[in-house]
């Protein structure tokens, strides 16, 4: 089995900062991608920011220059620091993880349970 858990959001005035982590532990070989998504109230999920093996990022317009993605392979962990938050920030976002599991060999996507970011003043 492998579990993805995310922490890290919360109320914040905008112009703050927040920083997101998504963490999997379980039956796992080797993680490949790692994202984040986020949907607003009303809205369809969408792609914020990903990172691949070898570190390469990307992210969505709305996002850059805001937002950095970063990984940490020993811990399995993927990061979203959030800075310059603006309102229409304000979503769950959900990290969705890439892995093989050990046994089987299998690659499969995993999404984390959604944690709520909130930027009002």
């Known amino acids: 089995q492998v579990q993805v858990v995310e922490s890290g959001g919360g109320v914040v005035h905008p112009g703050g900062s927040l920083r997101l982590s998504c963490a999997a532990s379980?039956?796992?070989?080797?993680?490949?991608?790692m994202g984040w998504y986020r949907q607003a109230p009303g809205k369809e999920r969408e792609l914020v920011a990903g990172?691949?093996?070898?570190?390469?990022?990307n992210y969505e317009d709305p996002v850059k220059g805001r937002f950095t993605i970063a990984r940490d392979n020993a811990k399995n962990t993927v990061y979203l620091q959030m800075n310059s938050l603006k309102p229409e920030d304000t979503a769950v976002y959900y990290c969705?993880?890439?892995?093989?599991?050990?046994?089987?060999?299998?690659?499969?996507?995993?999404w984390g349970q959604g944690t709520q970011v909130t930027v009002s003043s």
């Open positions: 969705k993880i890439r892995l093989v599991t050990l046994l089987p060999l299998v690659e499969n996507e995993y």
């Open positions: 379980g039956n796992i070989f080797s993680i490949n991608t």
């Open positions: 990172i691949i093996s070898g570190d390469t990022t």
